[in-house]
């Protein structure tokens, strides 16, 4: 009764690290990274769909990302998307079939400020774990006040929600590490 109560904690826990790393690969660096293009959708065929859907992606340098469409014809809707989306980087179509996007460098001060929102966005994942062991310390509680475990195992359980919340709370850290230290690299 108390693994399910983990387990469920646990596959939450994971749930909200996987959305926090996405968020973080979709924060620009001044590097070019095919991953910010996750949101841009393309109508295409009267269906709007995802960018990767409809051409090739690529980094030919650090700071150009290279956008082929399968389709030539999708040229055109794919510079329409990334001109409607929040990006803020004009797509340059040479005419030969190619789109291609230039970051743009960071100043210092935009870097600092990236940094804090950062660590914003890690702290309320961080909270969100804490609420994760909270609720699961709270049902494994109640199961003991219920008489349905015995209280040596409602404690231990009880060790194991507050490992698995550290565990991952850790890797939120490091997952932020990492991307303070790409931010940071010019």
């Known amino acids: 009764m108390t693994d399910q109560i983990i387990t469920g904690a646990e596959s939450n826990m994971k749930a909200k690290l996987d959305k926090l790393k996405q968020e973080l690969s979709q924060v620009r660096t ?10 841009v959708k ?3 065929f009267g ?4 960018m990767k859907q409809v051409a090739a992606i690529s980094v030919p340098e650090a700071r150009t990302l290279e956008i082929r469409p399968w389709d030539p014809t999708a040229l055109k809707a794919i510079e329409t998307a990334i001109q409607k989306s929040d990006l803020k980087i004009p797509p340059q179509n040479d005419g030969s079939g190619v789109i291609r996007l230039t970051m743009p460098t960071m100043t210092e001060e935009r870097r600092k400020e990236m940094v804090k929102l950062l ?18 310390i709270e049902k494994i509680k109640k199961l003991e ?9 409602s404690k231990k359980e009880q060790s194991r929600a ?5 565990a991952y709370i850790k890797k939120i850290d490091e997952a932020l590490a990492i991307k303070e230290k790409e931010l940071s690299t010019v």
Request: charged share 40%; no cysteine; aromatic share 2%.
């Open 145 to 153: 006040k219920e008489r349905k475990v015995a209280e040596d195992a």
């Open 162 to 166: 507050s490992g698995l919340t550290d």
């Open 30 to 39: 001044g590097r070019a990274n095919p991953q910010i293009l996750e949101g």
């Open 47 to 50: 269906q709007m769909v995802p």
């Open 119 to 136: 660590g914003k966005t890690a702290e309320e994942a961080r909270v969100a774990m804490r609420n994760e062991r909270r609720d699961a």
């Open 42 to 44: 393309v109508e295409y």
